[in-house]
């Protein structure tokens, strides 16, 4: 198991930029498998971004590809997104999660470690 805690959401005009860090507890951070989702009010939460363990592997969801850079330090046992160019549809509780594999997962039944969320919102 390994506790999620994220920071860094907040208020922001369309265009504008945030970064969300996701630090984790735990000794063996390497080995999770790390990503981002969100969730609008209203709608089902969903996958945004992820990384690999050594972070040499990145995926996006079409909507953020070209916006949103998802990075790890390992040594901080930290994930980031980084959002530029954010539009008002991108506002959201943005939720960072773990799997302990290797492997590509988009869908939530296959992450079992969640954080607390944090607000994002965009104005227009």
């Known amino acids: 198991q390994v506790q999620l805690t994220e920071s860094g959401g907040g208020l922001v005009q369309a265009g504008g930029s945030l970064r969300l860090s996701c630090a984790a507890s735990?000794?063996?951070?390497?080995?999770?498998?790390m990503a981002w989702f969100r969730q609008a009010p209203g709608a089902e939460r969903e996958f945004v971004s992820s990384?690999?363990?050594?972070?040499?592997?990145?995926y996006y969801t079409d909507s953020v590809k070209g916006r949103f850079t998802i990075s790890r330090d390992n040594a901080k046992k930290t994930v980031y997104l980084q959002m530029n160019n954010l539009k008002p549809e991108d506002t959201a509780v943005y939720y960072c999660?773990?799997?302990?594999?290797?492997?590509?997962?988009?869908?939530?039944?296959?992450?079992?470690?969640w954080g607390q969320g944090t607000q994002v919102t965009v104005s227009s």
């Open positions: 990384i690999n363990g050594n972070g040499d592997s990145t």
């Open positions: 735990g000794r063996t951070f390497t080995n999770y498998y």
């Open positions: 999660a773990a799997r302990l594999s290797s492997r590509l997962a988009v869908t939530t039944n296959l992450y079992d470690n």
